[in-house]
DNA sequence: TTGTATTAGTTTCAAACGAAACTATTATGG
DNA sequence: CCATAATAGTTTCGTTTGAAACTAATACAA
């Protein structure tokens, strides 16, 4: 085997975008279930109930659920859809931009927020009870950092 | 606002799995568009020919690539027939098991690999350059013991 | 004032995906 | 020896997704 073609081998198990990936899809697949089984919602959908649900009195618009979410507007109008046939979120024209609406949790939907939210954090809280404070610490400010740089290396494309 | 209910807000900004979920769509998507503009493979096609790749004179099963992609046997199944298709791989019914087949890379398909896992390694290099060796080695240890954690999870469900 | 550009969100359509069922082959137990 | 179970992989079909185009409304510049 020659250095060099040896040296650009990649092994999927140690390499990083692949491991985040897998880590990823276990984690987000387990939480899943978790909205899934008990209210019939998809990762899309709970994912902006979760957003409407920080401040329940607040309302967003479509594209600030975009931004907040980092979804598709195709992927949220698709949701937005769903969610106020559930009947879990309404919708109010904005009288002085008709262009967009101002969305917030109905009180079914709030129930099912303060279904769910409490046991993803639990779920999370059981994950990083395995790993050290200091562990804990830095891989958030690690995620952070690979955020900002990816961020930044796909702007400059 | 009471305690309790305050308590079980969810921030999505803070909370991991949407944290892990993100930065790796974001990672995945910028290294996917390396080999989807080069040679029109998807996320699934460079999986299964980067496992091929890593070892060309050995030969693998889709069990064996399930098995190391973590990937479902329709999503192989369907990648192997777009390769084989493409002619980036080829398939060897096995003689003593004729439900099985032995997959490799072809010489199209190890020309693509030789070009693409170079480009992929120097991407996660260029990532990892941004953090301390200190944190590049908690990260590696803090996602294998995630990894084993969550699959527990999964298992003991 | 008006034509054009931009914005917010929706719809269309082809491709991809997920769940379930299926086929071909081999393993196993009575 | 043979019926049944299990395995490896494929196909079906309905749903979801992604890219592009579209509609309605507002902003802006001449």
């Known amino acids: 085997m020659t250095g060099p073609v040896a040296a ?3 092994d999927l198990a140690a390499y990083l975008p692949y491991r985040l990936s897998i880590l990823s899809n276990t984690v987000s697949g ?3 279930a978790i909205y ?3 209210h019939g919602l998809s990762v899309a959908d709970w994912r902006l109930m979760a ?3 920080m401040d329940p009195e607040r309302s967003l618009t479509q594209k600030a659920l ?3 979410t980092r979804m598709d507007k195709v992927q949220v109008s698709r949701a937005v859809k769903r969610l106020i046939d559930l009947g879990h979120i309404e919708r109010e024209v904005d009288s002085a931009d008709r262009r967009r609406a101002h969305l917030r949790l109905t ?4 129930a099912i927020y ?3 939210a ?4 639990e779920w999370e809280r059981e994950l990083l009870s395995r790993l050290t404070p200091a562990e804990a610490a830095i891989l958030d400010t690690v995620i952070a950092r690979l955020q900002e740089v990816t961020d930044e290396m796909a702007a400059g494309s």
């Open 30 to 32: 387990a939480i899943a």
């Open 118 to 121: 409490p046991a993803t954090l």
């Open 114 to 116: 303060d279904d769910v």
């Open 8 to 10: 650009t081998r990649l």
């Open 36 to 38: 899934e089984t008990r």
């Open 51 to 53: 957003v409407l649900g």
């Open 107 to 110: 009180g079914p939907g709030r």
């Open 66 to 68: 975009c931004a907040r």
